[in-house]
Every structure is written in C-alpha cells, then in structure tokens.
C-alpha cells in the first residue's frame, strides 16, 4: 500500500480510466459540471465506471447539484465530493439520503478560508482544500491553481482531507511535504489541453507518488 494516496480527477475516456486504474489510484473523480471541458453525463459515467475494481473509489464532483442530479449519479459512485456553495446543512442532507462518504471542497487563497472547515465536522467525512479560483472565472476547481500550501502546515484539521489544486508531477513531492498530507487530487496536471487526459502523464504521475 503507498503511503500516498491519489485521486485522479475529470476523466472521461476509457483510455484515462485504464491507466488511472492500472497505475494504482486509490479513487478517480468524475465531473458533472456542464461549463466544465471534463463534464460526463450520469449515463457516460456509468459505462466509463462499469469495470472498474471495487477498489478503486470512483467520486462524483457535483456544483451545488439538485436531487434529480444526485439521483441519477449516486447509486454509480462511492463518493460525493460537492465543489460548490454547499452548507453544512446541505453537505449532512445528501450524505444521509445517498448513504455515500461526502467530501467538501473548500477554496482556498488565504489563512482565514480555513476557518469554513470546522463547520462540516458531522457533515462531511472529508474536507478538499482547494484553490480559490479567480472571482469571475466559469469553474470552481480544475484551473491547475495552487494556494500556499505553507497555510496547511500547522492546521488543526477538523476532519480528514485531501489537497488539490495545481498539483503536478514536479510539484507534488513538495505538496506532501509541505503540508503533510496522504492523499492528493490532481485533473490539469495529468492532462495536454483542459479537459484532454495524458495517459502518460497519469502513469508518470502514479509512479511518482508511489515512490514517495
Ligand atoms: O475539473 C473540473 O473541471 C472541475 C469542475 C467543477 C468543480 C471541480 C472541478 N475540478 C476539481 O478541481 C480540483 C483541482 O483541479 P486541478 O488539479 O487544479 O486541475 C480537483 O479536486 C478537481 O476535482
């Protein structure tokens, strides 16, 4: 079992899920997000999904997603993970009517944006810290933006949590030292054009994790 973890996020092709799967990801993200150039339908995922070992987590990344959405894509996934405005109240609700593990994304730039984990403890079952994205941009997460991991060094986690955003084959052995965490999220840093998965890079970047 490596030491760390990784999620390899906005897959779409049968190509990316094979050697995300082959390479030894511990979950792969699926992303329901129309405005999105990595957004699958609930039927793509479904077929995208459908070989995969039960040991590989598969995570629906949702935009504040309504019931019909939730519906279409929960009995498919293992995870949840809610990119948007989610309140704790909403995080608690879907966990309890999908019965799935429910990861929140919080974005973050500054010290104080840490201060909106503790409000999901009892809620969610992991926090993502994430980049915040620039005010106006059409996506809330895969930018391949970093935050100052230095933030995360002394934090009181309130829950388990994993760290995205910008994370790279160069950058990621400093990722984890610098903030100590055992499970990393990586979409842009695996990929030739947005949306465009890298089977080489998956597999590099796979590689190098394991050797960490
Ligand atoms: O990847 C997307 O298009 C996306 C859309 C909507 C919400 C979240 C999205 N991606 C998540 O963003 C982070 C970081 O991605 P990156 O490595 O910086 O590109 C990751 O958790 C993705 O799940």
New binding site residues.
């Given amino acids: 079992m490596p030491r760390i973890s990784a999620?390899i996020?906005?897959l779409s092709t049968p190509d990316s899920v094979g050697a995300a799967v082959r390479h030894g990801a511990s979950h792969i993200?699926f992303?329901f997000?129309p405005?999105?150039?990595?957004?699958v339908t609930a039927e793509q995922m479904q077929a995208l999904a459908a070989g995969v070992p039960g040991h590989v987590a598969k995570?629906a990344?949702?935009?504040d997603p309504d019931d019909e959405l939730l519906a279409a894509v929960a009995p498919a996934v293992d995870v949840v993970?809610l990119?948007?405005a989610e309140t704790a109240e909403r995080v608690a609700a879907i966990g309890h009517a999908t019965g799935l593990e429910v990861w929140k994304?919080i974005s973050v730039r500054t010290r104080a944006d840490l201060t909106a984990a503790p409000s999901y403890r009892g809620a969610a079952q992991r926090i993502?810290y994430?980049?915040k994205p620039p005010v106006g941009a059409d996506?809330?997460?895969?930018?391949?933006?970093?935050f100052d991991w230095a933030l995360l060094t002394d934090f009181g986690h309130p829950l388990p949590w994993?760290l995205?955003?910008?994370?790279?084959i160069a950058n990621v052995a400093r990722a984890v030292t610098t903030t100590g965490a055992s499970l990393v999220?990586?979409?842009?840093?695996v990929?030739s054009a947005?949306?465009v998965k890298d089977v080489d890079k998956i597999a590099a970047f796979l590689k190098a994790i394991a050797s960490l």
């Fill in positions: 999620k996020c906005g993200g992303v997000f405005k999105s150039p990595r957004h995570v990344v949702l935009v993970q990119h948007g994304a993502l994430d980049a996506l809330p997460g895969g930018l391949g933006l970093r994993a995205s955003g910008g994370i790279d999220d990586i979409s842009s840093g990929e947005p949306g």
